[in-house]
Every structure is written in structure tokens, then in C-alpha cells.
């Protein structure tokens, strides 16, 4: 039996009484990743807000492994499993490289499966060693590159069972992006761990998930393998425009 990490029903979601999403479904397995794709504005970033209860839902549910966690605060989402990698990044600029890595390690966080699989600060610096040569430097003094591995690595030391991505290689370089690219596979070939990711570039987000959900107005406009979207460019182009370029 396929081991469904997160399943959310019927979700309609938005800020007060506005709605941006609605009536969307996403189920997400271990060791499965998820693309959310489509134009600028959609609400692809609100979806992951929601997933983390940080918007305000209007209807549906939301499932976490074998619990209804549809009333769940964000923080007690966040302890069971759920991360995010920000758009913004957010890292504590005043803070080194190692100390925003250590804060994150200090959540009580329970989801952590397997001791031996566990994220720790070294296995952190093993997946980015550029963030052990700059362990010492403050956030502010980080390339735009590093401040991403640094969030990224921020998020897998808390031991999240799922992790949301929000636009990861968004104004860096071809360099960095190849660098993020091979850590995101790295992180798939361990297994267990459900992805999610919002990318601009369609292609991109298409050859690095085994699913795609494509929104339009806050709305599923198509659901299916990466794959089968990945071989239609003519329906690729229709769905998401100029942002399969």
C-alpha cells in the first residue's frame, strides 16, 4: 500500500474573506515529489501557505499521515513534519551559517523516522559544503546561492517527513541552479521524503517531480505524471503559457 504522507480534499483557501484557491485536491506519497505549476499570480504560493495552515480556509480538509490536521496551528503542523523553503529564503541575516542551523535543529520536532537517515548539521554541510567553508559568515554576507542552500538546509534539519518549495532556484545563476539541481536529486534518492514544488520553469519542475498539478485562477486546470505533461509541449504551452521557456 502506497504510503500517503499528505492528502488535502476539497481545499479552498485565501487571506480573510478572500479566496484564491478553490476546491483543490493534492496527495503527496513518501519518496514522491509533486510540481505546481502555472502563470504568475495563480496561487501557487498560497497553496503551500495553506498546507502549513498560514492562510485562512474557507472549506476542505487536510491529512497528514493518519491525522486530520485540518484544524491543526501552523507550528504544531510544523513539528509533526511539514517545511517550507520560502521564496524569500528568511534566513536570520544577523545570525552565522551555523547558528541559523542550529536554532532550526532545536525545534521539538517528532517526525524524525530513522535515527540513522536523521538530518544533522553535518549531513547538512555533506549535501552543501560550500555552507561548512562559510559556517562562520553572517547571512548577510552570503551570496544569493548560499542564502538558498542555507534555507534549504535550515528546513532539512528539522527532520520534515515533507518539504515545500517555493520557487528554489528563482534569479541565480545557471551555476547554482545545476548545484541546487544535484542536491534536490541527492535528497529524492533517499527516499522517504515527500517534495513539493512550485517552479516557474515548467520544464524544469516537470523533469524533477513524478506528478504535476497545474492551477489557473486558483483552480486544478490539469493533474497527472510529470512525464505525460513533459511529452505534450503543445498542451504545456496552452497551460502555463510563457513560463514553459
Known sequence: MTDILLEA????????????????????????AVAILGRNGVGKSTL???????????????????????????????????????????????LSVEENLQ??????????????????????????????????????????GEQQMLAIGRALIGNPRVILFD??????????????????WKLRADG???????EQHAELGLELTDRALVLDRGRQVWAGRSSDLAASPELLGTLVGLESA
Do not use: C
Open 48 to 94: 503551500l501557505l495553506s498546507l502549513l495552515g498560514l492562510t485562512t480556509r474557507h472549506g476542505g480538509v487536510l491529512r497528514y499521515r493518519d491525522d486530520d490536521i485540518t484544524a491543526w496551528p501552523a507550528y504544531k503542523r510544523a513539528r509533526a513534519g511539514l517545511a517550507l523553503v520560502p521564496q524569500e529564503r528568511e534566513i536570520f541575516k544577523s
Open 167 to 184: 520557487e528554489p532556484f528563482e534569479g541565480l545563476a545557471p551555476v547554482i541552479v545545476d548545484q541546487l539541481v544535484d542536491a534536490f
Open 103 to 144: 536554532v532550526s535543529a532545536m525545534g521539538d520536532v517528532a517526525n524524525a523516522a530513522d535515527d540513522k537517515g536523521a538530518w544533522t548539521l553535518e549531513r547538512v554541510y555533506d549535501l552543501f559544503p560550500r555552507l561548512k567553508e562559510r559556517r562562520r559568515n553572517l547571512g548577510n554576507q552570503l551570496s544569493g
Open 9 to 32: 480534499g476539497g481545499l479552498s483557501a485565501g487571506y480573510g474573506e478572500t479566496i484564491v484557491l478553490e476546491d483543490l485536491s493534492l496527495r503527496v506519497a513518501a519518496g514522491e
Open 192 to 198: 522517504g521524503m515527500g517534495v513539493v514544488l512550485v
